[in-house]
Structures are given as C-alpha cells and as structure tokens.
C-alpha cells in the first residue's frame, strides 16, 4: 500500500507560480514512478506531468511544457510540481499518483499517461487561476 497526500494548492492570478508537494509513504518511495493528473469540472482526468523512480526521466504533456517542472526528493519521500506562467484552462484539482511498475526500478517502461494503469491516487489539490 502506498499513501500519498498532495498540498500546494490554492488560488492564484493568471501568470503567477504554485508549487504541488505530494507526500508518500508505505512503500520505499525510491522504486517507484509518480505522476500529476488533474480534473477540471466535467472533463476526464487528464495527465500532466511523470517522473521516473530515479528522477532522471520526466514526462510532460505538451501544453505545461515549459511551464511546469516535475522533480522528486527521494530523501523526503516527496514529488513536487512547479508551475509557472499559469492560465485560467490550468483549473483543476491536482492528484498524485504513483506507478509501482511502469517507470518503476527495473522497468524499461515510461510511465503511461493513461490514469488506469497507476496504482495509488492521492486525494487532490484544487488549483485556481483567475483571469
């Protein structure tokens, strides 16, 4: 079982910055992948952005890259998500989520930007961006 609780969001204007924390434990966090989704109201969970077990391999959907920045402190058991310059369209409740195969240590596989193949969420963060 993995826990993972995410914190960070908030309400912010158009062009300003967030920073996503998630917190996991109850597995060793340095074996796994972790991912950012997010939800806007009545669309499906969209990706955003991946980070393999190691951090050395990140993943990002084409409208944050550039804006958003996905990194891990595996000391901390931690995943963060910078964002930056963001836009109204950037509305969403933001969850974590972690992969325990696929960009995982000993996969060859990058994490799926598919939600059904990750295998713990967090709760959520709700993001606003007014305009």
């Known amino acids: 079982q993995v826990q993972l609780v995410e914190s960070g969001g908030g309400l912010v204007q158009a062009g300003g910055s967030l920073r996503l924390s998630c917190a996991a434990s109850?597995?060793?966090?340095?074996?796994?992948?972790m991912g950012w989704f997010r939800q806007a109201p009545g669309k499906e969970r969209e990706f955003v952005a991946a980070?393999?077990?190691?951090?050395?391999?990140?993943y990002y959907i084409d409208s944050v890259k550039g804006r958003c920045t996905i990194s891990r402190d595996n000391a901390k058991n931690t995943v963060y998500l910078q964002m930056n310059s963001l836009k109204p369209e950037d509305t969403a409740v933001y969850y974590c989520a972690a992969d325990l195969s696929r960009g995982s240590r000993g996969s060859t596989n990058p994490p799926s930007e598919y939600p059904n193949s990750w295998d713990y969420w967090g709760r959520g963060t709700q993001v606003t961006v007014s305009s």
């Open positions: 109850g597995r060793t966090f340095s074996t796994y992948a």
């Open positions: 980070i393999n077990w190691s951090g050395f391999s990140t």
